[in-house]
């Protein structure tokens, strides 16, 4: 038996024992009308519930982990990346006068892609800007 498919099991079984455990003791805590009598079911059944649905928990992503889960049941991690078709980007990297658009309050590179191609993008000038956080413009 794979290793993923023994966390799998251990982490539901730990899980429902933990949800099992947080029931009874909410039961028996909703029953009892004063504090003192309610402690014995918090330290004997909700703590404990409440640590093995932690458990429960961690085994199962480990268990998805081991088994390469993801995004999508029973894909690889290339298969189930959102962002396989992207091409890899470089940040801008010119050093001409920053470039703003009408009415805006960044400083953009030319070759940042938010300004790039856009004929109503101007030079700064002597305003003051913020830097863009996609190229970081240094003048």
Known sequence: MP???LLWWGGLTAATG???L???GW???SGERFAERQIPYLASCTMPGAALLVVGAVL???ACRAAGVRGEAGAGPEEASPFRDVPA???PSSDEPPLCVPGG?????PDCPLVAGKPEAEPVGD?????????????
Do not use: K, M, N, Q
């Open 18 to 20: 933990g949800a099992v």
């Open 22 to 24: 947080c029931v009874i």
């Open 27 to 29: 039961y028996g805590v």
């Open 60 to 62: 199962i992503a480990a």
């Open 127 to 139: 305003r003051e800007l913020g830097p863009c956080p996609v190229c970081e413009p240094r003048g």
């Open 105 to 109: 309050t960044l400083a953009h590179r």
């Open 3 to 5: 290793t993923s498919r």
């Open 89 to 91: 980007w470089d940040a």
